[in-house]
């Protein structure tokens, strides 16, 4: 498996986080991205996961609310990735998957577009 800090990862989120374009990332509302080592038991190569009400969902009803979580996990990711290009490139497309569910984008529409 390929070795990278947590450190070392968690900057690589930022840094993905950072290339989405600015008017987006403007819209981005009650969301928190954390790093975690390993996903729940149940779902062990799961790479990212986005927990809360997408912007689309959201209503009148909606204040006061816990923010959105989005965790990007970093063992998974390292298990699949045969190098440090590597670990950008899937970090990237796990970032940009879990900020789309921010935004109410599906898991089907975003495998079409390649963000599987």
């Given at each position: 498996?390929?070795?990278?800090?947590?450190?070392?990862?968690?900057e690589l989120v930022s840094e993905a986080l950072d290339r989405i374009p600015p008017e987006?990332?403007?819209?981005?509302?009650?969301?928190?991205?954390?790093?975690?080592?390993?996903?729940?038991?149940?779902?062990?190569?799961?790479?990212?996961?986005?927990?809360?009400?997408?912007?689309?969902?959201?209503?009148?009803?909606?204040?006061?609310?816990?923010?959105?979580?989005?965790?990007?996990?970093?063992?998974?990711?390292?298990?699949?990735?045969e190098s440090r290009e590597d670990v950008v490139v899937e970090?990237?497309?796990?970032?940009?998957?879990?900020?789309?569910?921010?935004?109410?984008?599906?898991?089907?529409?975003?495998?079409?577009?390649?963000?599987?």
């Amino acid at each position: 498996m390929l070795e990278m800090t947590r450190e070392e990862f968690e900057e690589l989120v930022s840094e993905a986080l950072d290339r989405i374009p600015p008017e987006l990332t403007r819209l981005m509302d009650n969301v928190a991205v954390f790093v975690e080592d390993e996903p729940p038991a149940d779902d062990p190569e799961l790479l990212g996961l986005y927990e809360g009400t997408p912007l689309t969902d959201r209503g009148e009803w909606y204040a006061g609310v816990l923010p959105d979580r989005i965790t990007i996990y970093r063992w998974p990711t390292l298990r699949i990735c045969e190098s440090r290009e590597d670990v950008v490139v899937e970090t990237e497309i796990t970032v940009v998957h879990e900020v789309a569910h921010h935004f109410g984008i599906d898991d089907e529409r975003l495998h079409a577009l390649g963000y599987g």
